[in-house]
């Protein structure tokens, strides 16, 4: 089954740090682009990060340049978002998605919620 | 920055009318635009990829259209399942943005 499942979300204090996991299976994993994109209560979608099929590429939306780190492990087809320094702002869904097409999102995941407390 | 501008914020309809849905950019995209659909509780789905190709299993109803800064998603005749919020997307720069989101609401 093609699927995307994320993990490690919760409530987290400001200028603390988390770890998403978003474990892959059904498809080639180290084939594929992957992303984050990220989603405020009631909000609309922001993309936040990408990574290439091998790794080697990454890329960020400006607001989390610095303090948010996407990686892969491709012998556990999983892919992370380590986040430090986390601001109030960040609070949102953080889903992991496919790259379909250079640049679209063609599998999602379910998301992970984080809140970040002051 | 390329900055999406979807248009109405809300649309109330009935089963059976058509929807008309527009996503402004702020500059030319050529035709590098998704539409995703989002239901309450649930992660988007992609309808729409490079403006007018719908994606694997997306009913012929979805209709996307445009290129350069205008751009339109028309659902030709809504049913029941296709009350919900959609997003248009680029791809043309980095970073990969979204438009704020139009809901099409049951009139």
């Known amino acids: 089954q093609v699927q995307l499942v994320e993990s490690g979300g919760g409530v987290v204090q400001s200028g603390r740090s988390l770890r998403l996991s978003c474990a892959a299976s059904?498809?080639?994993?180290?084939?594929?682009?992957m992303h984050w994109v990220r989603q405020a209560p009631g909000k609309g979608l922001e993309w936040v990060a990408v990574?290439?099929?091998?790794?080697?590429?990454?890329n960020y939306v400006d607001a989390v340049k610095g303090r948010f780190t996407i990686s892969r492990d491709i012998s556990k087809t999983t892919l992370y978002l380590q986040m430090n320094s986390l601001r109030a702002e960040d609070t949102a869904v953080y889903y992991c998605?496919?790259?379909?097409?250079?640049?679209?999102?063609?599998?999602w995941g379910r998301g992970t919620l984080v809140t970040v407390s002051s | 920055e390329i900055v999406l501008t979807q248009s109405p914020a809300t649309l109330s309809l009935s089963p059976g009318e058509r929807a008309t849905l527009s996503c402004r950019a702020s500059?030319?995209?050529?035709?590098?635009l998704a539409w995703y659909q989002q239901k309450p509780g649930q992660a988007p789905r992609l309808l729409i990829y490079?403006?007018?190709n719908r994606a694997t299993g997306i009913p012929a109803r979805f209709i996307g259209s445009g290129s350069g800064t205008d751009f339109t998603l028309t659902i030709s005749s809504l049913e029941a399942e296709d009350f919900a919020v959609y997003y248009c997307?680029?791809?043309?720069?980095?970073?990969?943005?979204f438009g704020g989101g139009t809901k099409v609401e049951i009139k």
């Open positions: 998605t496919r790259t379909f097409t250079d640049w679209y999102f063609d599998l």
């Open positions: 059904g498809f080639t994993f180290s084939g594929y682009g």
């Open positions: 990574i290439s099929n091998d790794g080697s590429s990454k």
């Open positions: 500059q030319s995209i050529i035709n590098y």
């Open positions: 490079d403006a007018s």
């Open positions: 997307q680029q791809r043309s720069n980095w970073p990969l943005t």
